[in-house]
């Protein structure tokens, strides 16, 4: 499992209730003992979303929680002389591709020839150029990118769970127009937990 599905934050519901809301490995747990509890699905499903996306996602907790338990007990070999000295010998290799204090990842990037001759022009080269371009890019529109994500979180969300509540449509057209107090009118009505949800998920939509 890596590290960023590890940080994950997730939101599990059930029916309309919100059970909890944590990172991915508590996640995986509470999904474990849910099903050994129910084993016949006398209680409504878990269903896990994600909190940076909306997205309801379809974990497997038992090969998930087995590849961390793994990754958690190395074997013995991993710490032999020789198999130290195999992995050392790789991670050197390993640090050798690429500038891997940067995270640098090489892909193909297709342009004209005058922005070629442009980029080769700026100190540093094209991909140092490319880098700076993007971070301002990045920079200028943080704020527009993440009301366009959360956005869309949103209505992912609510499509899953809420697609038959009284003022759905007109909720959905409250949020793409940006209007809180139109989107809080036509959901104050709904389930309280879907209410708190949602509220989370848009904050940053009414931001600014």
């Known amino acids: ?3 960023d599905q590890a940080e994950a934050r997730l939101t599990i ?12 490995l508590s996640v995986l747990r509470y999904l474990q003992n ?15 979303f994600d ?3 909306g997205l309801r ?3 497997n907790w038992r090969a998930e929680l ?6 958690a007990s190395p074997g ?4 032999s002389p020789s198999s130290a000295g195999v992995d050392s010998r790789n991670a050197t290799r390993s640090r050798a591709v690429g500038r891997p204090k940067l995270g640098v990842v090489s892909r193909e990037v297709t342009l004209l020839p005058r922005h070629w001759e442009w980029l080769g022009r700026q100190p540093g080269g094209a991909s140092a150029a490319l880098r700076r371009l993007i971070e301002d890019a990045r920079n200028a529109h943080a704020a527009q990118d993440a009301r366009r994500a959360a956005t869309e979180a949103t209505y992912r969300f609510m499509q899953e769970m809420a697609g038959d509540q009284p003022g759905f449509e007109e909720a959905c ?3 793409f127009a940006s209007k809180e107090s139109a989107f809080q009118l036509q959901t104050q009505g709904w389930p309280d937990d879907i209410q708190a949800y949602l509220h989370q998920l848009s904050r940053p939509v009414w931001a600014g």
Do not use: K
């Open 51 to 53: 909190d940076a996306t």
């Open 66 to 71: 087995a590849e961390h338990a793994a990754a």
């Open 13 to 24: 519901f059930q029916g309309m209730q919100r059970v909890l809301q944590a990172d991915r």
């Open 34 to 48: 849910h099903d050994e509890l129910h084993p016949q699905g006398s209680t409504p499903a878990p269903w896990v």
């Open 173 to 175: 057209r409250a949020l």
């Open 57 to 59: 996602l379809d974990l």
């Open 1 to 3: 499992m890596d590290h």
């Open 76 to 79: 013995p070999a991993a710490n």
